[in-house]
């Protein structure tokens, strides 16, 4: 029991003094660019998916 006491005093100790946090201007830019990054990626893959989709449907009404 003694070293899990421990154990979570080191590590409040660790996430109170040792870990450098971001400030929340930081914070909001990674958030930022987070979102626009998804939003490409998605935008990108819905691009893929219509126009895999469109080849299908002109493959399967020649061949039917």
Known sequence: ???????LK??????TQ??????????????VLVLVASLIIALI???MDETVGSLLKLF?????
């Open 45 to 47: 893959i819905l691009l």
């Open 18 to 31: 040792r870990v450098s946090w971001p400030t929340w201007g930081e914070l909001q830019n990674s958030a």
């Open 1 to 7: 029991m003694a070293n899990v006491v421990q154990f």
């Open 60 to 64: 399967y009404q020649s061949v039917g």
């Open 10 to 15: 080191d590590s409040y100790e660790e996430m």
